[in-house]
Antibody, heavy 118, light 108 residues
Framework: QVQLKESGPGLVAPSQSLSITCTIS????????VHWVRQPPGKGLEWLVV???????TYNSALKSRLSISKDNSKSQVFLKMNSLQTDDTAMYYC????????????WGAGTTVTVSS | ENVLTQSPAIMSASPGEKVTMTCRAS???????LHWYQQKSGASPKLWIY???NLASGVPARFSGSGSGTSYSLTISSVEAEDAATYYC?????????FGSGTKLEIK
């Protein structure tokens, strides 16, 4: 059964950094890419970044200077780090699997809530 | 950036009604790379329709999608209570990947 599960700190102080983890099961990171997408409360979806099966990455240029993505294939984990958080970074952060043969997000995690507040 | 504009933002329908929502792109999108996701309240999005008109696994046949270029639509032939959700279109023709702002479907 394909699953993705996000985990994170929940609360982050303004100007601090965020580290969240996506732990996958039922498939291999050596075969699939994984994306990060976020959704502020009551708002729409924003794509952040993808890490491909070969470890290469593609970032949303609007956030590239603040984002870093990496993975550990052996642990089936993908890591997202974001620097200099502000209140408008408060959102649900989702990881999602890239479709094997086509360009869509075929399976999503349940998300992890990140609140930026002092 | 390819901006996707969805309309209406909110719609209300009675069970059995036919509904159509639209997604317009600021730049042309290949029909192979225009997708729809369903998100119910408190849940994560689910792939619903991919490549304009292909239903994802488990999606009822009352859903359909169509379009080309800069104009796409999602139609429900006969709305049911379980269809209450927000529907997002998404393009994968170019980076950054973008989503529409969503159409919230309410059932009367």
């Amino acid at each position: 059964q394909v699953q993705l599960k996000e985990s994170g700190p929940g609360l982050v102080a303004p100007s601090q950094s965020l580290s969240i983890t996506c732990t996958i099961s039922g498939f291999s990171l050596t075969s699939y890419g994984v994306h990060w997408v976020r959704q502020p409360p009551g708002k729409g979806l924003e794509w952040l970044v993808v890490i491909w099966s070969d470890g290469s990455t593609t970032y949303n240029s609007a956030l590239k200077s603040r984002l870093s993505i990496s993975k550990d294939n052996s642990k089936s984990q993908v890591f997202l780090k974001m620097n200099s958080l502000q209140t408008d970074d408060t959102a649900m952060y989702y990881c999602a699997r890239h479709g094997l043969h086509d360009r869509y997000f075929d399976v999503w995690g349940a998300g992890t809530t990140v609140t930026v507040s002092s | 950036e390819n901006v996707l504009t969805q309309s209406p933002a909110i719609m209300s329908a009675s069970p059995g009604e036919k509904v159509t929502m639209t997604c317009r792109a600021s730049s042309s999108v290949s029909s192979s790379y225009l997708h729809w996701y369903q998100q119910k309240s408190g849940a994560s999005p689910k792939l619903w329709i991919y490549s304009t008109s292909n239903l994802a696994s488990g999606v009822p046949a009352r859903f359909s999608g169509s379009g080309s270029g800069t104009s796409y639509s999602l139609t429900i032939s006969s709305v049911e209570a379980e269809d209450a959700a927000t529907y997002y279109c998404q393009q994968y023709s170019g980076y950054p990947l973008t989503f529409g702002s969503g159409t919230k479907l309410e059932i009367k």
